[in-house]
Nanobody, 123 residues
Framework: QVQPVESGGGLVQAGGSLRLSCAAS???????MGWFRQAPGKEREFVAT????????YYADSVKGRFAISRDNAKNTVYLQMNSLKPEDTAVYYC?????????????????WGQGTQVTVSS
């Protein structure tokens, strides 16, 4: 499949943890993968990205130290481990595939998008 599929969203209390998963086809999964999020009335925001082999990662300042992106190429799956969650982390989280090489932080630099999974953090 070309379109990635996210899962793992839900409702969690502030300070808690959640792990999101993103499944993609073997071909598209061989590229750079990214996580974005979007709250109602706001622009889509970069969260994290990971290289083909997982050797390079990059995070938005807002999540650095709290979130961790990883991938398991054997399972064609990328993960976003979210710890110390805050109410401002509440958003729809999207997994995206980038067909070109290199770190990218803008939505326009990604080519295929999942439908998103809702993450709600209560205070």
């Amino acid at each position: 499949q070309v379109q990635p599929v996210e899962s793992g969203g839900g409702l969690v209390q502030a300070g808690g943890s959640l792990r999101l998963s993103c499944a993609a086809s073997g071909r598209t999964f061989s590229n750079y993968m990214g996580w974005f999020r979007q709250a109602p009335g706001k622009e889509r925001e970069f969260v994290a990205t990971i290289s083909r082999t997982g050797g390079s990662t990059y995070y938005a300042d807002s999540v650095k130290g709290r979130f961790a992106i990883s991938r398991d190429n054997a399972k064609n799956t990328v993960y976003l481990q979210m710890n110390s969650l805050k109410p401002e982390d509440t958003a729809v989280y999207y997994c995206a595939v980038r067909i070109h090489l290199g770190i990218a932080t803008m939505p326009a630099e990604y080519d295929y998008w999942g439908q998103g999974t809702q993450v709600t953090v209560s205070s």
